[in-house]
């Protein structure tokens, strides 16, 4: 799970079996104080790979700078390039995504504390954007527990 910002508008493409996938970079910030004080930051930069469905919002909605929460696993790809040097990259293959910006507006936080206010009447809180089916809940009768 990452909450970061897009970093190159995502590039949708369909595979020679009509799948939809989409590529996008997302970087994620991490700010610490070290020892003499001094306020330090760090940015990681990761690829995200989005397929069927959830490629084609992220196309349609994510632009470069768009806050945005994905949720996925990690997959690594290897493959020999022109000079028959062995390449890696690893990628979150995302299964969920949530878009975090609302649109023609700012974030806002609260002055001092850094908080975030709290949403108003007419704030509509973001829903979760899912490529994987939802599992059914089955009704658990106390008898069939072992114990």
């Not at 994510?62 to 949720?71: C, H, I, N, T």
């Not at 995504?97 to 002055?111: F, H, V």
Request: aromatic share 8%; hydrophobic share 30%; net charge negative.
């Amino acid at each position: 799970m990452i909450i970061g910002n897009v970093t190159r508008d995502p590039e949708v493409r369909t595979t020679p079996g009509g799948q939809t996938v989409a590529n996008f970079g997302v970087a994620t910030n991490f700010v610490w104080t070290d020892q003499s004080g001094h306020k330090q930051e760090k940015a990681e930069f990761h690829n995200v790979v989005a397929w069927r469905k959830l490629a084609d919002i992220c196309g349609q909605y994510l632009k470069k700078g768009s806050k945005v929460y994905v949720e996925g696993r990690l997959q690594t790809r290897t493959w020999d390039d022109q000079n028959g040097v062995k390449r890696y990259r690893t990628e979150i293959i995302a299964e969920n995504m949530i878009m975090l910006d609302r649109p023609g507006a700012t974030l806002a936080t609260n002055k001092g504390t850094g908080e975030q206010p709290a949403p108003t009447d007419n704030y509509a809180q973001p829903e979760p954007i899912t490529s994987r089916p939802t599992p059914v809940e089955e009704e658990i009768n106390v008898e069939d527990i072992p114990f």
